[in-house]
Each structure stands twice: as C-alpha cells, then as structure tokens.
C-alpha cells in the first residue's frame, strides 16, 4: 500500500514536471546539436579536404546563425506563442540534420550546419519566457533543471561520435539520429502543450511594442555597469566559443591525444557544468563580482597550464578545472546582470545583449582555426588567454567601481 502512494506520487511529480522535462530535453538536442561538430572537425578535413580555417569557418557561421535567430525567436514567440515558435526550431535543425546526412560537399555542408545554427538558437530565448509562465513559483527551479539538462548534451555529443569512428557505422549517422530524437520529443511536446499558452492578444502586443522601442532599450546601455559587462560578457563568450571548438584537435594534433582521450577531455569540459549549481548559490552569499573575480582567475590559470604542460593526467584535470571556471561564471553572469536590467525592461535588453554577445562570440572559432593554420593551437589558444585577461581585469573594475560608490 505504501509502495503504492509513493509510485503514485512519483508518478504525479513527473506529470507536474513534464514540461520541464520536455523543454530541457529538447534543449538538450540543441546542445547535442552544436557541439557534435568539434569533435568530427579532424574528420570532417580528412573527408572533405578542408582546412582548419575552414572547419573553424564552419562553426562561426553556425553561431552567427544561432545568434541571429535569438532577436527574431523573442518577438515571434511574443505574437505567436512560444510553443509554435519551439517547434519550429525543432523543425528546422531536425530538416538540417537530414541535409547534412546526405551532403556531397562540405559548401553544402557548411549550409546546413547554419540551418542547424538557426533551429537551435530559437530554443532557448522562447523556453525562458515560456517556463516562467508555466511555473511562476518555481521558475528558478525549472530554469536551473533546463540548465542542467542541456549541457549534458555536449557532454553525450563527444561520446556518440567516438562511438560511431570506432565502430562499423559511418559517422554521419549521428545527424539522422539529432532528427529522430528532436521530432520525437518535439511530437511529444504538442501533445503536452497547455491551453494557458496560447497566443497573447495582438493588439496588446503591439501597444506594448510602442511603449518599449528599441531606442528605449539602447538607453539602457548608458550605465557605466551595464555597458562594461556587456564587454565582459562577450569576452567571455568569444573565449568559450574558441575553445569549445577547437579543444579536441588541439588536444589531438597539439599534445598528441588519440581521439578517444581528447574527446574525454571534452566531455571533462561539459561535465564541469554541474558547478553552476554551486557558484550561482555562492554569488547570492558572497558577492557577484568577487566570485567571478575568481572564476575569471581559475579558467585563465588553467588554460595557461593547459597550453605549458604535456602530461595527461594533469592536463585532464586542468580541462575540469577550466570548465569549473566557464561554466561557474554562467549564473553568476545572469545574475548580476538581472541585477544591473530594470525589471520592466528585462526581455528587450536580455535579447540585445544575448545577440551581441553571441554574434561577436561566434567570431572566435574562424580566429582560431586561422591562427592555427598560420602559426599553432599554443598560438590561438593564447589569444583565448588575452581575452579572458581583459575580461577579468573589467570585472576587478567593476569591483572597484561598486566599492567607490
């Protein structure tokens, strides 16, 4: 009888946490989505003849398209729904996937991946707004399992890929597999959808457009603050975007790796995502700015060790380190700037930052790959070190900016 209750109250918990559940699994495909291409770069230039430069180009015009699509998703889940607007990202990097899978040249190749950068830059600018709602008194909580969630997808990606070049199956495989999945969990989703998420009423929508211009939202950035961490932020992201990209062939081609211990590394990498949930609860106690001070200071020390050193062991443990460092810094990222936003302002100036963040981010992986064409991976991957030097040096400033005031 006992057993009874509890499997039943288990079974209402899941209800009560579906949505979350779905929206964070689909997130997780699009994490799985994008990250599955570092990994097959080594591939992916054997294959097709390309470069490092080019590989690099590849995943920079995929970020730009995922960072394109964030602005346009917000305003189309405004009109739309969110829900519609979810599925069509679901559509389109599910289509992408299958294009990718049949392409002859690495030009149609390079066009589908921004296809796939498109479908999964919608997804998560609509799946705030629309868990908020779903779960006013919980939205921490289902924002954080959202978090969680996804980043395990660039963890699993690295492992698929190993998995399919050691075996028999052909490594393209893995697209088919990103579309059966996302329509699966997309169908899923329609299924579940509420009727409280039905489209807001136009003309509502449109007054509150008038209210809220973009030259209101721009004013925002006159603030010292504001307009400093948004260079922070962007720092950051052109650093992570580098190293997300080319850490597996600067493991194999920089420190000798075999494929199999680079994409541990990288998994390693993902793995460190979990500390979010501890440096988000530490920023609450101690400061937003001093643990990113730190923050800033583990992942620039261990990318420094990582680029001196030649031993496994050590260089895996330097690769948690420095994911402890980038992922850490997320919610503490998010944090401080709600704290900067006016609340009546947040949605509009959240997309501004996200897109230049995200468009001057993708930026990074072409730099790399042609620094390391030119010169090496130690070389490009010191250019990484520059830019997260002078992101932390911004934050000390803010620092003392607060401290004077």
């Not at 305003?75 to 392409?103: K, M, N, T």
């Not at 296809?115 to 006013?136: D, R």
């Not at 380190?321 to 947040?346: A, K, Q």
Request: overall charge neutral; glycine content about 8%; charged content about 10%.
């Amino acid at each position: 009888m006992v057993r009874s209750q509890r499997l039943s109250a288990a079974l209402l918990r899941l209800l009560e946490y579906r949505l979350i559940i779905l929206v964070s699994l689909i997130w997780f495909m699009v994490q799985f989505s994008r990250y599955v291409f570092p990994p097959l770069f080594e591939t992916l230039q054997t294959t097709y003849s390309v470069s490092n430069t080019q590989t690099g180009l590849l995943f920079t015009l995929l970020m730009l398209g995922y960072s394109a699509a964030q602005l346009p998703a917000g305003i189309l889940g405004d009109r739309f729904g969110e829900p519609a607007i979810i599925i069509s990202g679901v559509g389109i990097f599910a289509a992408a996937s299958i294009v990718i899978f049949f392409a002859p040249s690495f030009t149609l190749f390079t066009a589908a991946a921004v296809l796939i950068g498109i479908g999964t830059g919608i997804h998560k600018t609509v799946a705030i707004p629309f868990l908020s709602k779903q779960y006013p008194q919980r939205t921490g909580s289902a924002l954080g399992i959202l978090d969680t969630i996804g980043q395990f997808g660039g963890i699993v990606a690295p492992v698929i890929v190993v998995g399919l070049l050691a075996s028999s199956f052909h490594w393209s495989l893995v697209f088919p597999l990103i579309s059966i999945a996302g329509i699966l969990l997309a169908v899923l989703f329609v299924r579940n959808i509420p009727p409280s998420s039905l489209p807001p009423n136009h003309t509502a929508v449109a007054e509150d457009s008038a209210d809220h211009s973009l030259s209101l939202y721009l004013s925002i950035f006159s603030d010292t603050k504001l307009a400093v961490f948004l260079v922070v932020m962007t720092l950051f992201t052109f650093s992570w975007n580098g190293i997300a990209s080319f850490l597996p062939l600067f493991f194999t081609n920089q420190k000798g790796f075999s494929p199999a211990i680079a994409s541990t590394a990288y998994s390693l990498l993902f793995v460190a995502s979990l500390s979010q949930l501890i440096t988000g609860n530490l920023s609450d106690r101690i400061g937003r700015l001093p643990i990113s001070i730190l923050l800033f200071l583990v992942m620039t020390v261990s990318l420094i060790l990582i680029i001196i050193l030649e031993t496994t062991i050590p260089l895996l443990v330097l690769t948690l380190t420095m994911g402890i460092g980038l992922h850490g810094f997320r919610p503490v990222r998010d944090s401080y700037l709600m704290d900067l936003i006016p609340t009546s302002l947040g949605g509009g100036v959240l997309g501004i930052v996200r897109t230049v963040m995200t468009l001057i981010g993708a930026l990074s992986p072409a730099l790399v790959g042609y620094l390391a064409d030119i010169s090496n991976f130690a070389v490009s991957f010191s250019a990484l070190i520059v830019s997260l030097t002078l992101g932390g040096l911004l934050v000390a400033f803010l620092k003392h900016l607060s401290n004077s005031q």
